[in-house]
């Protein structure tokens, strides 16, 4: 699209707000627009989202988090202008120029997000049955993995050749066992703790939490974008994407990742509840699984090479993942010591 043509088409939605524009950059779903009253940033997206999120946004805002990059309303109070099928909102350009360096900016964002979850942190009555109802659902999910799980080295055992995918996983079924049996006995652990409590706690959540979506001004304050996806939720939502694709790499033991969780945990600390649900879930092997799934149900001629590829990052990503909850499991006990230790001091 030319110069001229995408100042056309973005006017009609501008006149809004009157603001005039000289120039526009596209960004993909953002465009930056250089106008008579400044540099603008102008997001499209689909209205199936809808405006829930600036809700949301503007309730963040009332309880003192600024740390959201603000939504501009139109002259006549709308946070967004509905043009030829698409919704388009307002917010001023980030630079995002402040150098950094990258762990010092991932310890911001945990610190902003804990904040938020501070913020809007509020008790929920939790019914019985809604909370008996989520326990059995993921613990059928959790026995029928294990049951695939079982079912299909039987199958591999029982070659007299296996293919390379196969002798992989036949390595691999132990550690992959061990990481569904753990979570599934953390995620035991969080609903005999619960199971009586008629309370939970809930906060806004980003909903899409990367670190492109924290952008800094030109003073080194960083600063939330992209809250469509926010709602009520668990604060383990939010921390779980993060940490699952920081750790989706080769083998490595990951100390950064357990900080970033300490940072965060400074300002927001989970409940022992909270925990325990983190760690079922981190443990949770599903990705390693969902590929031996997607291999056994797969017709042949099967790409091996790209199937062995697969299962081995996953093997990894799980290892990776043990570690983190290893380690935090390790430390939470040494904690627990030193105060059990302390009191009989006191006592």
Known sequence: MSEMNRLEAIHPILKDYLVEP?????????????????TFALKKIAPTIGTDFIRHV???YQKGFNRIVPIYPTMDGRYAVLHENNLYYLMPWMSNDY??????????????????HTLSAKEITVSNEERTEHYEKTIEQMDKHQ???DGFIDECEKKTYMSP????????????????????AKFEDWYEKTKELEKARMVITHGKLSSEHFLFDDRGY???????NARYGSPIHDLLPYLSRALNTSLKRSDTALDWVYHYYKYFPFKEDEKL???SYLAYPIPVIQVAESYFRKQRPRNE???????????????NSEYVVMRMTEIEAQQQYAKEGAQQQSD
Not at 172 to 181: G, K, N, V
């Open 277 to 279: 649900l983190f760690y």
């Open 147 to 149: 049951e695939f799980l």
């Open 305 to 319: 090479l790209k199937f062995v590829r697969k299962l081995q990052q996953h093997y990894w990503h799980l290892k």
């Open 58 to 60: 503007h309730l963040l």
């Open 165 to 184: 995918f196969e002798l992989l996983y036949c390595m691999y079924y132990t550690e992959i066992s061990q990481a569904l049996r753990y979570s599934k």
């Open 22 to 38: 000289y120039f526009v950059e596209d960004y993909g779903g953002v465009q930056k627009i250089y106008s008579n009253k400044g």
């Open 99 to 116: 150098k950094e360096d990258r762990e010092h900016k991932n310890q911001q964002l945990f610190r902003e997000l804990a904040r938020l």
């Open 222 to 228: 960083g600063f939330f974008i992209n809250f469509e």
